[in-house]
């Protein structure tokens, strides 16, 4: 099983950015994929969870208004858009398949920067 993420990426406050996991070793639409970010010098925040059969999303409160989650069935590969960035957002983001509600494989993150 491998999570393979984009690499990293620089924006401007009020842009967005998009992120990609691709999966593989394993069937795509099998597994929910959860969404994780770490800010510098903090601990892991999940921003949601992400069923690839369906389509479906959960997201964390917090994230409601800013977020959308979507994936590329035939290439396997999943997206977390994050619009109206902020200083605050910049942070490593990582992807991680969710087995009996815990993530078992990451991808090896994904560093997004917000500055000006």
């Known amino acids: 099983v491998q999570l393979v993420q984009s690499g990293a990426e620089l924006r401007n406050p009020g842009a967005s950015v998009k992120v990609s996991c691709k999966a593989s070793g394993y069937t795509f639409t099998s597994f929910y994929l959860d969404w994780v970010r770490q800010a510098p010098g903090q601990g892991l925040e999940w921003m949601g969870r992400?069923?690839?059969?369906?389509?479906?999303?959960k997201l964390a409160q917090k994230f409601q208004d800013r977020v959308t989650f979507t994936a590329d069935t035939s290439t396997s590969t999943a997206y977390v858009e994050l619009r109206g960035l902020r200083s605050e957002d910049t942070a490593v983001y990582y992807c991680?398949?969710?087995?009996?509600?815990?993530?078992?494989?990451w991808g090896q993150g994904t560093q997004v920067t917000v500055s000006s």
């Open positions: 991680a398949r969710n087995y009996r509600g815990r993530g078992d494989y």
């Open positions: 992400f069923d690839p059969e369906d389509g479906s999303t």
